[in-house]
């Protein structure tokens, strides 16, 4: 057999201006390390699809306040606010902002427990995140969940069960739903990198695959699951590989650049709702916090190269710089969507905090729909 | 009015209720196209089109997931797995998603989960298995468990009408059972119009002074056998088929106790770690005061369920294993 | 001779079973590099290498039928699920792949699969359940239950060494409990030597005559401090620790029973569909002559496990109930 | 996005003679129809890779006991010898002969539904598998399975339980054992097309990737899984795609063409002894008669698409005429082979009907493991 690497890695269905053949040589180590990525995610041709300052602006609000939603958070269960753990998504704000700020008020998004932003994009008031990480009668499951197991049915916004891989078929079920209906709408779901190894993952993506379906699958490679590493995860040199196995398009994404996952994002999403079927995208970022407030990560990270990516990759960061430098708005502008944004975190966690504790008479109810 | 089969009676439900709902939609393998394992669906597909008769990967978990999803929305999916011992591969969507969600507060998930399960013959370990056992302690699932073509309709309708994820158990044993071989209390007339059958309640099939035989499923034919020949021997058996699992009408075990003082327990699953355990319980707890004699229990040996005749035969639970519980149990 | 946490029990356990014996490995998530969710094998993959101390994909099913692949092979694996929970996810491996295996002639499976379960502060739906419901009506499995870090120890030694896949049910809510703040009954000195202690025998925690108080688990904590509270009252009860759930020690149960004449079983895990019934069933047919009183059983109450506090201490069974029990029965 | 298909379906990692790019067009209709395929499936260069005559003929034997043992199954299941039902595999004896046929004694074979050719040249001996058809005590499982549930420990051979998929992660175990153990051993086994829907086989697959397991994965793509179409199963052009995203070499091949079958598999377990990972094989074949004895086939296939493949394809007659052709036997071999091999199957069901049925006192032995 003739052993031609970059024919045979045949990278199909990516953007064109990301994806190269030789390009997914040790990708895996290349995410690590960010050798080499800088180049070739930066040549995405991001003037001639500028969103409105409008659209810019609202993307920048709720990443910040994603940020500061998680921060506070973060706080209150330092203060023993949160029963029970919780987890973060730091350096993820771009990826779950970015994708879910496209999608309509009546289309479902399906999150996981790192999308804070995309349950906020979508409409989730943080007053409501917080009265349930808080265990309140507010939090929208009456205090019978917690941490980011949590929904919004207000805003279709389904809770995942912790069961990783599980929700990837439900959200495949609600676009099957939406496609029986003929409503043209399309579905969103996340995955991690660990979750892609699960067999629902697989099941649930194959559906989609064979009825068609409008769905969208963004993988948010953070890199690592819990303490594990990508390549006792997984043996491919992207995960975007496994489009062509389902017979669907692949991306690959810098999910720190948050104009460049929502271009693909709406690009993938309008497919969906053509009828084009589901699009699988990988957007990498990396975790830039432990894995739940109680993960000593500092165990097992690779501390030189977490810094570089906190320096060089976070996706707030990256996203002022562009504003300011390409003349989109003053830095006065972007400091007052800071502002706004934090404080609206800490008048929701206020408010948050006023929400009474279930009353344990409420146990009982509702463990059957009437 | 008529006389249909426990199979017919299954499909005709399922077809009255596409008729009814347009939200009402099927998945499951070879459906379609093939009309189903045991053809419950045949001639759908045609009828209600690809969209609502839906020939899926084989790939249960995913599927059933995607049915919750599809739940979420507000459709009204029933989804047939090709024998029940396959549930298994969707323990998690069940257990773990479908049936806490509405506690969760995230809403209904009106799904039905239909499940050809028992034994056949020879059918071996992975084609014969009772599953109740392993849903009956999940709160927020319903368990139903009919005998009769007209609860076999009545109940899948009330099933699919249902908010909640329904487990409905179907007996591959009953689906072609000829109609005039079956004892006359087993075959009620179907009536023409629509109809349902509510959970949670069960039917007396017998009424008896002596000893009071509760059951569901496949032993409800051994129970009516026994309790002829214990009759014939001047004992009276009262017979309850329990119908609905989960909920269960727990009143009317405690009200045939306090009439006999003397129960059986009878299921096909196995005794050991049965649902007939919590009943005894119950009555154990609440009945104590009425009790003539020790709870007694009948259902398969203690071993995975085997396919070679003699050993199936021993596994399975008999008539003649009703007779001698019933007998002991009235000379107590 | 000394005393160690439950948590460093299990961890000596593995390490000497794996010192003992090079065929026991480990597969899990987050175990090597990580040293697991609860650092049960912290060290272990610097020690052992990469190849007895594996890092696994998120991938339960998986994982779990490679061990067993394994197994067949005449391998010891013991595999941890970062949370009982997420057993759900290898339902079929184990109960209908493993369990059989050796009765369908296919050779022993020998696999140790860690739990760690039950409730801790606030955990949540999905990281609090007692597991031991689904698996115990499985022929082929054997569940154990140990409280003790003695037992632990020794019980874990023990399903590596057995030739069954063993559900091995660990508590978290003990891994850090500090050990002087256990009774003395629930401490005993860990030999320095190497030992094992023997499945389906349970221990008796306390001598009684008026009432028996069957449990395992958590809830041996509760049992102990309500039996305290009722000797005040001036009602002897008699405290069992089944430790072993699978095969369990009926023995135990009917004896003390003939002795009391008055049962209350208790577990963490919902009464509804509990291991109580199976236990209460069985007395209530081969011990009822003995019975002076209904069997109770003290619980979870019926609903999903939730998260926030007051509903959380709802849910979960709590010393007062069981006081409230054990006096009822008294008083009968 | 340019949209050229062929680029973005780079098929990685097949057998030059048999992948080409163009070629993965509409394959799964092609399987069907069979046009196209033979120009590019003969051209697999035969001549330079004979095997012995004596291995030639060991090989015939084996396909057509193969063969002749379904047949005698077939029959004694219509005079009521078997209870329950059956699985046969018309169609798939070159596959399943000439892939086992690789395997040495001691190296591990974990057979599906349809690998009854690899049971037989693995060793396993006819009267055993038809005293477990017949449910009698001298079938490996005593009475307690039947069908082709079945599996034989002193030649290595698993027995499958019925929930298809549950054996790709156990053979990955296997494989793990022989690594850690440092044998040099392969592993073999074999999934359907409908069964590489399921997430077993994602799990198990992945899992040998990541830990480059010596093992050996067949697709035994006979284009139906039981009623359902390949379009219901999977949307990729072919299965062999679904190889890259897991960072392992697969190869298509044709699986009625022994000599094909043998070249390819023996490349693939030998790369697994020297440590060089797992690999994915498809092997597409027909299923040329029912799902199994009860199914009605007739209901749902396209018969005129059968009578070709069954007219052009029989695995049998193919190599009966490739033997002749080539010289490489004469008729009279050829024709005792066939009629040892038959003769054989029938002294093994007498043999196995002999066999007495289990004592129904045995029913409780061996639940659990001494
Ligand atoms: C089925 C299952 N197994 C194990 C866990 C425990 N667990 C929670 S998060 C996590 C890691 C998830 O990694 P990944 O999918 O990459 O998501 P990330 O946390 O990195 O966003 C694990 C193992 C789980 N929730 N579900
Ligand atoms: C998990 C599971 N679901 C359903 C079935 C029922 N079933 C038995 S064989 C079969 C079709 C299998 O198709 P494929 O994998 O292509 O193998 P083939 O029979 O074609 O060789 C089905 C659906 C099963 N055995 N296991
Ligand atoms: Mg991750
Ligand atoms: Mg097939």
């Not at chain 1, 180049?39 to 500028?50: G, I, L």
């Not at chain 1, 398009?249 to 084009?276: M, N, Q, Y």
């Not at chain 1, 972007?334 to 929701?348: K, L, M, N, V, Y």
């Amino acid at each position: 057999m003739s052993e031609t690497t970059a024919e045979r890695a045949g990278i199909p269905a990516t953007s064109d201006e990301l994806a190269r053949l030789d390009y997914f040589e040790d990708l895996r180590d290349r995410y690590l390390s960010l050798d080499g990525l800088d180049a070739k995610w930066h040549s995405f041709e991001r003037e001639n699809s500028y969103p409105s300052f409008e659209t810019c602006m609202r993307l920048h609000y709720f990443m910040s306040h994603t940020r500061a939603v998680e921060e506070t958070l973060d706080s209150a269960f330092r203060s023993g606010h949160i029963p029970g753990t919780a987890y973060f998504a730091r350096g993820n704000e771009a990826a779950s902002v970015g994708s879910a700020s496209c999608l309509r008020d009546e289309e479902w998004l399906v999150p996981m427990h790192r999308n804070c932003g995309a349950h906020l994009v979508k409409g989730h008031p943080a007053r409501s995140i917080m009265a349930h990480f808080f265990g309140r009668m507010d939090g929208p499951s009456r205090g019978r969940d917690g941490n980011f197991h949590i929904g919004y049915r207000p805003k279709k916004i389904t809770q995942l069960i912790s069961h990783i891989g599980s929700m990837i078929p439900v959200a495949a079920g609600i676009a099957w739903a939406e496609k029986a209906r003929g409503t043209g709408r399309a579905t969103l779901t996340y995955i991690g990198d660990g979750g892609t190894s699960t067999g629902d993952f697989h099941e649930g993506v194959n559906f989609a695959a064979v009825h068609k379906l409008p769905v969208v699958f963004i993988i948010d490679n953070n890199q690592y699951a819990y303490k594990t590493l990508l390549k006792e995860q997984y043996a491919c040199k992207s995960l975007i590989l496994k489009a062509p196995g389902y017979g669907i398009p692949g991306f690959l994404i810098d999910g720190t650049d948050i104009l460049l996952v929502r271009k693909i994002c709406s690009e993938a999403i309008d497919r969906a709702r053509a009828g084009e079927g589901p699009t699988l995208i990988e957007s990498v970022t990396m975790r830039l916090a432990g894995h739940s407030v109680y993960d000593k990560y500092s165990d097992y990270v690779d501390l030189e190269n977490l810094r570089r990516w906190t320096n060089e990759r976070d996706p707030l960061e990256r996203y002022d710089t562009f504003l300011e430098e390409s003349g989109m708005a003053t830095i006065e502008e972007i400091s007052a969507s800071h502002a706004r944004a934090r404080a609206d975190a800490e008048t929701a966690r206020d408010e948050a905090l006023k929400s009474p504790f279930p009353d344990p008479a409420t146990l009982n109810d509702d463990v059957y729909a009437p | 009015m008529g006389q249909i089969t426990y199979r017919q009676a299954i499909s005709e439900a399922l077809w009255e209720e596409m008729e009814r709902d347009k939200e009402v939609f099927l998945y499951g393998e070879d459906i379609g196209l093939g009309g189903g394992a045991f053809y419950i669906t045949k001639g759908f597909q045609e009828h209600f089109g690809r969209d609502r008769v839906v020939d899926v990967p084989l790939s249960e978990a995913g599927w059933t997931g995607a049915a919750i999803g599809a739940a979420l929305t507000g459709m009204r999916p029933v989804i047939e797995f090709q024998f029940a011992d396959f549930v298994t591969e969707s323990f998690k969507m069940i257990v773990d998603l479908a049936a806490g969600n509405h506690f969760r507060q995230m809403g209904p998930v009106p799904l039905v989960i239909r499940l050809p399960g028992a034994a056949l013959v020879s059918a071996g370990p992975f084609h014969s298995q009772n599953p109740e056992p392993w849903f009956f302690g999940t709160p927020g699932l319903k368990i139903i468990a009919p005998t009769t073509a007209y609860d076999a309709k009545g109940m899948l309708k009330t099933a699919i009408r249902d908010n909640n994820p329904v487990i409905y158990l179907e007996y591959k044993k009953l689906y072609n059972y000829p109609v005039n071989e079956l004892p006359d209390i087993l075959r009620p007339d179907i009536p023409s119009d629509d109809y349902t059958v509510p959970f949670g309640e069960a039917r007396t099939l017998r009424e008896g002074e002596d000893v009071s035989l509760v059951t569901f499923g496949t032993t409800v034919l051994q129970a009516l056998e026994a309790a002829d020949i214990l009759e014939e021997e001047g004992v009276s058996t009262e017979v309850i088929d329990m119908r609905s699992i989960l909920p269960y009408d727990k009143e009317a075990i405690l009200r045939t106790v306090e009439k006999t003082g003397k129960l059986l327990i009878l299921h096909e699953a196995r005794k050991h770690g049965g649902i007939s355990g919590e009943f005894a319980a119950v009555v154990a707890e609440e009945a104590f005061e009425h009790l003539d004699a020790p709870i007694q229990r009948v259902g398969a040996t203690n071993t995975p369920i085997p396919l070679s005749p003699p050993l199936e035969n021993a596994y399975l639970p008999s008539t003649q294993k009703v007779v001698d519980a019933l007998r002991e149990l009235a000379a107590y």
